[in-house]
């Protein structure tokens, strides 16, 4: 269910108690050689909208489209937005439906740079509006990292940056935007066992990492492993994901 | 030709000189119980793929979406984002294109209500990147002005905010969106001679105009004129004149 | 009536209902090697305190004097504030104006650059204000375009930037300042038949221009058709289009 | 010499090495029964004109007329600008000036509440365009203290706000604006041997004072001891101080 | 080695490639009815000394003491500031530190609260001066989460705001500051199985958790399990735990 | 009494009503080769806790340690923040003792750069939080001006930065961190009449003076006329004007 198909009176209609809210957040920036720069974008949008489908209460918001970048600024194409102009818009977005009473709003991320973007509004606008509307954030490649990582075949360091995953993801969702000629894995050296390049790994260490420091094709990970079934069943396995956690979030206790 | 769809390296390869980069700037508000939210969006997107796709020097960036709409707040669904916030995002993504060197820059609106904002982005982007580049603004309807008027049927009045013209065109481009059983005509009282409530009307007086002091329904103009037939004329009419300018823009001379 | 002499209980005593007050906006900048950089402001300042000493129910407050004027930095002398700089400072005082409750203000508006910033200007301090207050914006230029066109002798483009009519104006207004020794028409090629250079004329298209990329004088127009007689027929044809307006914002219902 | 007066070449011809540009700095608010809100800014304007009047290398741009004076804001008639919005109004200024290739600034300030503002001023732009140019700030009446000191009769707190000295200096400059009628005495307690009411006082405690707490009629001192000989003899005293700086000030070394 | 305690010469004698500079971020925020409000302060800046101290090539920065607590501003006492207060200041910090040619700089973060904002501030200051400078932050529990884990005796919930591990570490550090008597168990209930209470657990969900709404006395765990053993090993293994990361860091290139 | 120190209980349990908190404001920068960057924040902080300690009604928060230094940034080791950091780090200190209901903050600062923005903190805070709150600034060496002139040897000059003074009173506090065999005396000249460089003087004029011009050590004054005896009579003199300040401020009425 799309929020932009929705006529104001439609809306209003809405059980705003119980109805979730989800604002996808994603970029556009280089992905390889292979896969188009709205990439990001393209799935998580996908990944919500199918989740939204699937059940009766949720509604997903037009996609903001732009991310914070400015680790791929040095590959031509990509957009990167300030992680301020980000906080601004969602919390303009945000803002917005909190006056016209919606009291569930999730954001959802499907980009690593704005992960650290993503945490402060979950808490600044969770606060700002606390506690009559509960405000979550996620980002689904950690919210769904065991299944993932059940369904990949590569080595940790594979499904990074336009590799396994995405790129599958993209294979199933919009195959003839993925150039499969011109998908090359890079296994880039992050210089540090502190350090991950890949989209599940995890670390207690926060840095900034210019990715054409590490690959010069823009790509981490074996995108050459992807083919469109398995990026169907991540796709079905992270909507699987993602309804599990809008079931439990419908519940959480309003005031 | 949409950017999202292209690689880094398909962007690389663009003339950067030579092609013109379009932003399209809408909003998601009310626009009355027969149309959806995401109308302004929806239309002034479609015109500028459509400009685009006729030309082979035109692409256009992923749309925003959002825009300022704190007149339109009173009716629930509008999600109006803040004029510094539109500022910040159309201005990274401004300055995001021209750091690849792109020098062609266009931004296309199609909602009255960021007027105000698109003025000062077209004058202060354009200082910032003066004179390497150039960056122009400017809204469908006032470019398109004579062409609209020669199509439409209502006397001024008529085609306000989701009346004859914008009910038009969406039949023609998302018919099942549009409920023209709810189409019921509302001629507001601007309340002064100075003021105008038409898509082509324009005035020497600006002010603020809170849409909900004028009607209840939240539409300016008479939708019960609109057809599918129209739209497509007023589309074509449109883009026409919409491309008529790239070709003028597109000599603009470079230094 | 200018408010910097009234002393605070005789402010206090006007009607701040009917009271209207006026903010004029101008600038400093160069205006050509025979007109005074303080042009616009002047002018501007003269015109709304004739209007007000021809009507009994409104007080102009003291000029903030600077505009923003990044297009004529290029030229010596030019001063320019930023957009924002002129939002926070009108801002203030009509912030400050409406605490002690008026009801009633108008910007007017004499300079071409501080256009786009007057618009946001308007909209959203009538936002923030609505709907106890009613704000209004203008520049004199374009309510009274019908009748300075009815009075100039030059042809489109001859009444630009210290062209005919400010000339004149300045050679009714201040005789002293004014070498018409230097006063030489330039008529600079705007480029494309979507921009003009005259101030009564107008466009769909917003874009930057630095002016010294089009004339090296700094003049816009023929300074040399001005003559003082001339500049006071004009000065009275606008100071009459601005009560006429008055007369109409007078009346426009307060809640 | 006024610098709205001049054109753009003959600011160019200046010596911008040698010449100093003067901003004043004074403000629109209550002043009493007797006098206008426009004192403060009359007066550090007259100041600055007669100094550079009887010197041929200092020119005074137009005054910004408005300074931060919440202190003020509960008595009718005060406008009030924010600190900020008076460091960009000031800082877009001396930046315009230092882009134009002048070199000695100096901000003369004429209301006590805008001190802390003037005194981040001219640290914060003073070391923004070390070390080619030299900024300065000051306020009159603690420049010439002892001058003042020297002339006026009341006891410490008779010369505060609107008192002795500030309605002798408008008897001398713009008698028609003071109603000597309505001139009364208020000695306002400070509430603290560490607080001063007077122009001439110093303390080394900073806080925040609302005159409404301390003076019905928002006089601080004794005005009814003023009179326009006192005025003119306080006035040449200041310029005259003034003037001394200026010299040094002119020979202030420059890298 | 404190920084505070160097002269200016003394810090322009340093291998300023190869000493790493840490801020520690902290927090002033209640901590219960037993520990002291500036507990997080005290324990990651004793952390960075004691790890400083065993090594040659490490010095510590002043700690700002306060954090990003509005989530602990209902307890009295609690200081919080917000989210870009936090980021101007250790801005500032960094970038001063950076003027002066230092290349390596650890935020070393003790408070949940202030995670997101160490996200963006390790990122963005990367960003900014990248590449001749590399800057880390971390949370030490985060870091040191399996050392801790091995140690505590509580299940999970037992080790978290005030728990046993910051009660235990208080007791090692200033015992005379701890009032055992008053320390009390609380196990709050997140209300989700996606949220976690405990300092070592880790959620893949974003959210605002007012500490109010879960605990009235502010305790987050077990802090009668606490004693000065357990926390003298706790602080051995953590700071060996950054002492291992240093050593990497250390060896971070240069380029 | 250390805030730092006390629990949340124990800070609900002090009369608010009667409770002077206070903020210290210090820097960390250069002071020559015999003084630690530390100086001038470990000098205030000290003064504040005696004065504290003495009293039963004061308690003295973390100290931020960090000042504005601009001035001293050519200088190794200098970390300067910006007037518009430390406002935001001092007004979220302030808000939040206001949000739990303290009404006495005092804002006492120890180093000259930070005095515009002490000045703006006390009048801006002060204005923010009137008429519940007091608050008020002071710096040591203006309020106890006299005290150190009776108890310095050197004449004006002598006591300047890191001169008798400052070095007298790091000898009684810290002599460990002093290096008497580097106490080389600098008198600079200001090259004006109207300014001073010593810590007692005052003036009119306020600049920006970059201390590298006047002094290669960084040093302004006599450093080698200090002893830890003159140090420890400096500071009990202070400490009594700071004290004899408080029981005034103490007093001052609340609403």
Same mark, same amino acid.
């Given at each position: 269910?799309?929020?932009? #198909?929705?006529?104001?009176?439609?809306?209003?209609?809405?059980?705003?108690?119980?109805?979730?809210?989800?604002? $996808?957040?994603?970029?556009?920036?280089?992905?390889?050689? #292979?896969?188009?720069?709205?990439?990001?974008?393209?799935?998580?949008?996908?990944?919500?909208?199918?989740?939204?489908?699937?059940?009766?209460?949720?509604? =997903?918001?037009?996609?903001?489209?732009?991310?914070?970048?400015?680790?791929?600024?040095?590959?031509?194409?990509?957009?990167?937005?300030?992680?301020?102009?980000?906080?601004?818009?969602?919390?303009?977005?945000?803002?917005?439906? =909190?006056?016209?009473?919606?009291?569930?709003?999730?954001?959802?991320?499907?980009?690593?740079?704005?992960?650290?973007?993503?945490?402060?509004?979950?808490?600044?606008?969770?606060?700002? #509006?606390?506690?009559?509307?509960?405000?979550?954030?996620?980002?689904?490649?950690?919210?769904?990292?065991?299944?993932?990582?059940?369904?990949?075949?590569? @080595?940790?360091?594979? @499904?990074? #940056?336009?590799?396994?995953?995405?790129?599958?993801?993209?294979?199933?969702?919009?195959?003839?935007?993925?150039?499969?000629?011109?998908?090359?894995?890079?296994?880039?050296?992050?210089?540090?066992?502190?350090?991950?390049?890949?989209?599940?790994?995890?670390?207690?260490?926060?840095?900034?990492?210019?990715?054409?420091?590490? $690959?010069?094709?823009?790509?981490?990970?074996?995108?050459?492993?992807?083919?469109?079934?398995?990026?169907?069943?991540?796709?079905?396995?992270?909507?699987? $994901?993602?309804?599990?956690?809008?079931?439990?979030?419908?519940?959480?206790?309003?005031?």
């Amino acid at each position: 269910m799309r929020y932009e #198909h929705l006529s104001s009176p439609a809306i209003a209609a809405l059980d705003r108690d119980a109805t979730i809210l989800i604002v $996808s957040l994603g970029a556009v920036e280089q992905h390889g050689p #292979h896969l188009p720069v709205g990439t990001d974008s393209m799935i998580v949008t996908a990944l919500c909208e199918a989740a939204a489908r699937q059940r009766g209460d949720t509604v =997903v918001l037009p996609p903001p489209w732009y991310g914070v970048s400015p680790h791929h600024m040095r590959f031509p194409g990509t957009v990167s937005i300030g992680v301020d102009t980000m906080r601004a818009l969602v919390g303009d977005i945000v803002d917005s439906a =909190v006056t016209h009473g919606f009291r569930r709003i999730l954001l959802v991320n499907g980009h690593g740079g704005n992960g650290p973007t993503l945490d402060v509004l979950a808490t600044t606008l969770g606060h700002r #509006h606390h506690p009559r509307v509960r405000i979550a954030g996620l980002t689904y490649f950690q919210l769904a990292a065991a299944e993932i990582d059940a369904i990949r075949e590569s @080595a940790p360091g594979g @499904a990074g #940056h336009a590799g396994e995953v995405e790129t599958s993801l993209m294979l199933h969702l919009a195959p003839d935007l993925v150039g499969m000629e011109d998908a090359v894995a890079v296994y880039p050296d992050a210089g540090s066992p502190y350090l991950t390049t890949d989209l599940t790994g995890s670390s207690p260490i926060r840095t900034f990492t210019d990715f054409s420091d590490l $690959s010069s094709s823009g790509v981490f990970g074996d995108p050459s492993l992807a083919d469109a079934g398995k990026g169907e069943r991540l796709f079905t396995a992270i909507v699987g $994901s993602l309804d599990r956690f809008l079931d439990d979030f419908a519940g959480w206790p309003l005031t």
